[in-house]
């Protein structure tokens, strides 16, 4: 069965320090998405993508945080200068043009800023 | 803005036991989704509902659009199912999308 593949797994880094998360989705899949589950709390979104561009974010969703489909496979969640509170597990998503069936997640990647 | 509450947030189960998991959102929704999340942090698509009701091996899953309320059950519980259950709806539309989570349902099953 098709899957979404993220890496790294887990990525540790310095307070202040740029990360990428990367995403490989589904390679028929033709909307993206990067949601956020903070420790303890409800998996929030974060931003949507299609055509290759942003077709949605949410508040969270500020400038220190920028989405790229470089190559037409990956998809990638850059956050220039981590907080702390950008701790969390960071999970994509990919789903075909209609509806919602199909909708995919990838097993996610626990950021952790300290 | 859509709210999505699911009950119970805590639930203990003896092996065998007849398991229901509710989530009831405020607005009008084109599907939802009922997912599983294991202590690792993966998130695993159980079911995509848009109305009735659908089954897949013990697990069956209700939705009622007019009341805006869904339904997961579990038949013969078993420790195995033990998780978070969560629900999350997919307003359709121009959302482009995005889905709005339930804040997920600890199931323990004990054997």
């Known amino acids: 069965e098709p899957e979404v593949t993220q890496t790294p797994s887990h990525q540790v880094t310095q307070m202040g320090q740029e990360v990428i998360l990367r995403c490989v989705p589904i390679?028929?899949?033709?909307?993206f998405y990067w949601y956020r589950q903070i420790l303890g709390q409800k998996v929030e979104f974060l931003v949507s993508?299609?055509?290759?561009?942003?077709?949605?974010k949410s508040e969270i969703f500020d400038d220190q945080f920028s989405v790229e489909r470089p190559d037409g496979s990956n998809f990638t969640l850059k956050i220039r200068s981590t907080k702390l509170e950008d701790s969390a597990m960071y999970f994509c998503?990919?789903?075909?043009?209609?509806?919602?069936?199909?909708?995919?997640f990838g097993s996610g990647t626990r950021l952790t800023v300290v | 803005k859509n709210e999505v509450e699911q009950s119970p947030q805590n639930l203990t189960a003896q092996e065998g036991e007849f398991i229901t998991i509710n989530c009831s959102y405020s607005?009008?929704?084109?599907?939802l989704h009922w997912l599983q999340q294991h202590p690792g942090g993966g998130i695993v698509s159980l079911f995509m509902?848009?109305?009735g009701k659908k089954k897949h091996g013990r697990l069956i899953a209700t939705i009622n659009i007019q009341e805006k309320h869904s339904s997961l059950h579990i038949t013969a519980s078993h420790p195995r199912d033990s998780a978070v259950y969560i629900c999350?709806?997919?307003?359709?539309?121009?959302?482009?999308?995005?889905?709005?989570f339930g804040q997920g349902t600890i199931l323990t099953v004990h054997p």
């Open positions: 509902l848009s109305s």
């Open positions: 998503a990919s789903r075909p043009p209609l509806g919602a069936y199909g909708y995919t």
């Open positions: 993508f299609y055509n290759n561009e942003i077709s949605e």
């Open positions: 607005v009008g929704i084109s599907a």
């Open positions: 999350a709806v997919f307003a359709g539309g121009t959302s482009y999308g995005k889905l709005t």
């Open positions: 390679s028929n899949h033709l909307y």
